[in-house]
Nanobody
Framework: QLQASGGGIVQAGESLRPSCPAS????????MGWFRQAPGKEREFVAA????????SYADSVKGRFTISKDSAKNTVYLQMSRLKPEDTANYYC????????????????????WGQGTLVTVSS
């Protein structure tokens, strides 16, 4: 079970830090990621992190502004979002895999076994 939280309404330039604990049927987690979907657009990759070595991957649109991190003890992933822009407005979903995904596949939605309900982020200009 995945449940993202921590979204909200902010102004451009502000920050948010959504989180997503993995529990229950997801079992042991090896990789977690964040995806987002804006109204009228397709879902897109945001960031991902592997539990074993901490390897990360980011979409070009968020590099330098977003940071993904994990708390292995809590089996929780975080997404520190800084310098938010109106184009970051979307529903943000966390996803988990019980496999260690290879770096080149971290951005593929099909690599993940479990998906949670999203948390809405709205950035006003």
């Amino acid at each position: 079970q995945l449940q993202a939280s921590g979204g909200g309404i902010v102004q451009a330039g502000e920050s948010l830090r959504p989180s997503c604990p993995a529990s229950g049927r997801t079992g042991r987690t090896y990789t977690m990621g964040w995806f987002r979907q804006a109204p009228g657009k397709e879902r897109e990759f945001v960031a991902a992190i592997r539990w074993s070595d901490g390897a990360t991957s980011y979409a070009d649109s968020v590099k330098g502004r977003f940071t993904i991190s994990k708390d292995s003890a809590k089996n929780t992933v975080y997404l520190q979002m800084s310098r938010l822009k109106p184009e970051d407005t979307a529903n943000y979903y966390c996803a988990a895999s019980r496999s260690q995904i290879i770096i080149s596949a971290l951005a593929r939605a099909a690599s993940y076994n479990y998906w949670g309900q999203g948390t809405l982020v709205t950035v006003s200009s």
